[in-house]
């Protein structure tokens, strides 16, 4: 990977076509390395957001930038090579758990999916089930927990090795150990990539490099925690109720 990660959102406007709902005049910057919390009520425009980096939808006005390229001249396939993804319905197919983590990267050695998988706090369910790597998922992953269907994501994403990272981190509960393990493997991951997360979690936020907060498709507080926390607005009164 030649690619540092550094990402810009130049004055970026984007609306559905029918609705006009969308996302307004959005400009921030972040290094390598960096991560951006983006907080905000249903609707606001997270998703939206998250979805103009992979070019699931175009800006209308403004650009988006990787290390200084405009990511409309870059190919959606080189783009997936750049930005790998954690969701909340982690986008597991019926195959084996070893082909699952395998996805982005079929050429990687078994030897290599055991590592990534150790890395994402997995190995150890893994080798607990009768069938281990060849444990088939279920549609959609139904065959396994929401835990363990996070964990092979991550252990995927790592696998992938992608200088940016998009991740939207699951409201549903998990156990408290569970929870605990998931949250080592993202912070894992999320060492040395860029981050973009729709967070969910105040100690994600606290950890955040900058936090953007939105409603309505409009950017309306953004900057470090601690910053926003004192400005008493929205992200202030958010972190009071
Ligand atoms: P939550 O995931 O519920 O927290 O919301 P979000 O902040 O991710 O909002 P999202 O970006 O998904 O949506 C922003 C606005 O665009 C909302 O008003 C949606 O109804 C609208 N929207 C989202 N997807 C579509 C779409 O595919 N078509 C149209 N027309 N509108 C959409
Ligand atoms: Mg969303």
């Known amino acids: ?45 997270k998703t939206t957001l998250i979805n103009l980096l992979q070019r699931v939808q175009e800006p ?10 405009d990511i409309s001249n870059v190919t959606r396939k080189s783009l997936r090579q750049s930005v790998a993804t954690v969701f909340q319905d982690a986008g597991l197919f019926n ?22 998988a150790s890395a994402a706090s997995a190995a150890d369910f893994i080798a607990a089930k009768s069938d281990g790597y060849e444990t088939v998922a279920g549609e959609r992953g139904g065959q396994l927990s929401g835990g363990e269907r996070q964990r092979i994501a991550i252990a995927r994403a790592m696998l ?43 100690s994600t936020v606290r950890d955040a490099d900058l936090v953007i907060f939105m409603d309505r498709g409009k950017v309306v507080e953004m900057g470090g925690f601690d910053e926003l926390a004192r400005q008493g607005g929205r992200f202030a009164s958010l972190l009071r109720a």
């Open 95 to 116: 195959r084996s758990i070893e082909s699952n983590i395998r996805v982005g990267r079929e050429d990687a050695s078994l030897g290599d999916v055991r590592d990534a």
């Open 1 to 45: 990977q030649n690619v540092k990660g550094r990402v810009s959102f130049e004055d970026v406007t984007f609306h559905f076509e029918n609705s006009g709902q969308g996302v307004e005049n959005v400009n921030f910057a972040i290094e390598p390395g960096q991560t951006v919390a983006i907080v905000g009520p249903t609707g606001a425009g």
């Open 60 to 69: 209308n006005e403004g650009r988006i930038l990787i290390d200084g390229v």
């Open 160 to 202: 992938k090795d992608s200088p940016i990272l998009v991740l939207d981190e699951a409201t549903s509960a998990l156990d408290v150990e569970t929870e605990e393990k998931v949250k080592t493997a993202i912070d894992g991951l999320r060492s040395n990539r860029t981050t973009f997360v729709i967070a969910h979690r105040l």
